[in-house]
Nanobody, 121 residues
């Protein structure tokens, strides 16, 4: 299983970006999908998460500005980021809890390669 993230880039404060992350390989089910970020000099933090039961969790700093969504048919998770601020500058990583056909009773955690988001003031 591999996760491929895309959509990062340079944007001015107040602008928007949409990140995408698609899983490929031998997938039985996806049980949770999320986005994390690591800003320069800081630890990685959760940005947004969605479970297979459509329960959401957002970092307080992005509530009302970011929206996580999924396209189950495409094994893809999105992060729509609006009203971006310079503090949102970070490398964004997607993650998924995936069950493979060889192990349908236990999910494994996978990470995407990271995509850089830079917000200029």
């Amino acid at each position: 299983v591999q996760l491929q993230a895309s959509g990062g880039g340079l944007v001015q404060a107040g602008g928007s970006l949409r990140l995408s992350c698609t899983a490929s390989g031998s997938i039985f089910s996806i049980n949770g999908e999320g986005w994390y970020r690591r800003a320069p000099g800081k630890q990685r933090e959760l940005v947004a998460y969605i479970t297979d039961g459509n329960r959401f969790d957002y970092a307080d700093s992005v509530k009302g500005r970011f929206t996580i969504s999924t396209d189950n048919a495409k094994n893809t998770v999105y992060l729509q980021m609006n009203s971006l601020k310079p503090d949102d500058t970070a490398v964004y990583y997607c993650s998924m809890e995936i069950k493979e056909p060889r192990s349908v009773y236990q999910a494994s955690h996978y990470w995407g390669q990271g995509t850089l988001v830079t917000v200029s003031s």
